[in-house]
T-cell receptor, first 111, second 115 residues
Framework: EADIYQTPRYLVIGTGKKITLECSQTMGHDKMYWYQQDPGMELHLIHYSYGVNSTEKGDLSSESTVSRIRTEHFPLTLESARPSHTSQYLC??????????FGSGTRLTVV | AQSVTQLDSQVPVFEEAPVELRCNYSSSVSVYLFWYVQYPNQGLQLLLKYLSGSTLVESINGFEAEFNKSQTSFHLRKPSVHISDTAEYFCAVSDLQGGSEKLVFGKGTKLTVNP
């Protein structure tokens, strides 16, 4: 079944740790995205990719980085986590005819 | 740049009552429009979309939305809501100028259906 997967679902980590949030899709979409969503707030685009070896920063500045070495995989990395990074991170891929497909999200808490 | 306004941050209604969640976007020559639903502690699920053709689009669970180009609106409606419709609803616009597929989201409307 075509889908998009994010791991972990929940992560509590200490300040200064390096973390990688995983995102994989099985739909063969070229376009993938990372959104950041604070509780009860709107979604903000932080990174996007239009294909392998293509990554761009989104509308909201973020200290995270992304990579796109394979079509199906779009991980997000924080080199040194801080409490200000506490948020929900949503990964998505798109085919314009069908819209975006979102993963279940990773809820990150940095203590 | 494209922007989306959801006029109501919270909408409380009673079960079986009708509901309308309002969405307006900034003007553009060509846009695709979407409504997404987010249940607690979950990701977003596509509820319905307007790409072209009929301005009235429907979802499988009774929601409908109408694209109104002159008013730059895409309001979401349901004639009779259920408790299970309680969720956050996001309106989103994809601005097709320049070939971008980036979605711009509204701030969301929290629908609470009370018994």
């Amino acid at each position: 079944e075509a889908d998009i997967y994010q791991t972990p679902r929940y992560l509590v980590i200490g300040t200064g740790k390096k973390i990688t949030l995983e995102c994989s899709q099985t739909m063969g979409h070229d376009k993938m995205y990372w959104y950041q969503q604070d509780p009860g707030m709107e979604l903000h685009l932080i990174h996007y990719s239009y294909g392998v070896n293509s990554t761009e920063k989104g509308d909201l500045s973020s200290e995270s980085t992304v990579s796109r070495i394979r079509t199906e995989h779009f991980p997000l990395t924080l080199e040194s986590a801080r409490p200000s990074h506490t948020s929900q991170y949503l990964c998505a891929s798109s085919d314009l005819a069908f819209g975006y497909t979102f993963g279940s999200g990773t809820r990150l808490t940095v203590v | 740049a494209q922007s989306v306004t959801q006029l109501d941050s919270q909408v409380p209604v009673f079960e079986e009552a009708p509901v309308e969640l309002r969405c307006n976007y900034s003007s553009s020559v060509s846009v695709y429009l979407f409504w997404y639903v987010q249940y607690p502690n979950q990701g977003l699920q596509l509820l319905l979309k307007y790409l072209s053709g009929s301005t009235l689009v429907e979802s499988i669970n009774g929601f409908e939305a109408e694209f109104n180009k002159s008013q730059t609106s895409f309001h979401l409606r349901k004639p009779s809501v259920h408790i299970s419709d309680t969720a956050e609803y996001f309106c989103a616009v994809s601005d097709l100028q320049g070939g971008s597929e980036k979605l711009v989201f509204g701030k969301g409307t929290k629908l609470t259906v009370n018994p």
